[in-house]
Nanobody, 115 residues
Framework: QVQLVESGGGLVQPGGSLRLSCAASGIFFRIYTMDWYRQAPGKQRELVAT???????NYTDSVKGRSTISRDNAKKTVYLQMNSLKPEDTAVYFCHTKTGSYDYWGQGTQLTVSS
């Protein structure tokens, strides 16, 4: 059974930093592309960052230059380091992967950026 478990969310002041983690189980982690999505209240879920099995990365424009996605295959964990946080980064952040025809999502972790 595939499970993705996010952690690391919380309340951060504008300009602060945070690292989100997603621990995977039930999959041969190292061969799959992993993604971070986010969904703000009243908005559609959007793709934030992607890391391939070869550790190539891609970011949505709004976080580019402020965020770093990385993976630790030994720990079966993907991370999202976010810096210079803005109130508009407030959202529930979800970990995602796709194996063949199946999409898997974590339960999400709330990040709130507010003073």
């Amino acid at each position: 059974q595939v499970q993705l478990v996010e952690s690391g969310g919380g309340l951060v002041q504008p300009g602060g930093s945070l690292r989100l983690s997603c621990a995977a189980s039930g999959i041969f982690f190292r061969i799959y592309t992993m993604d971070w999505y986010r969904q703000a209240p009243g908005k559609q879920r959007e793709l934030v960052a992607t890391i391939t099995s070869g550790s190539s990365t891609n970011y949505t424009d709004s976080v580019k230059g402020r965020s770093t996605i990385s993976r630790d295959n030994a720990k079966k964990t993907v991370y999202l380091q976010m810096n210079s946080l803005k109130p508009e980064d407030t959202a529930v952040y979800f970990c995602h992967t796709k194996t063949g025809s199946y999409d898997y999502w974590g339960q999400g972790t709330q990040l709130t950026v507010s003073s």
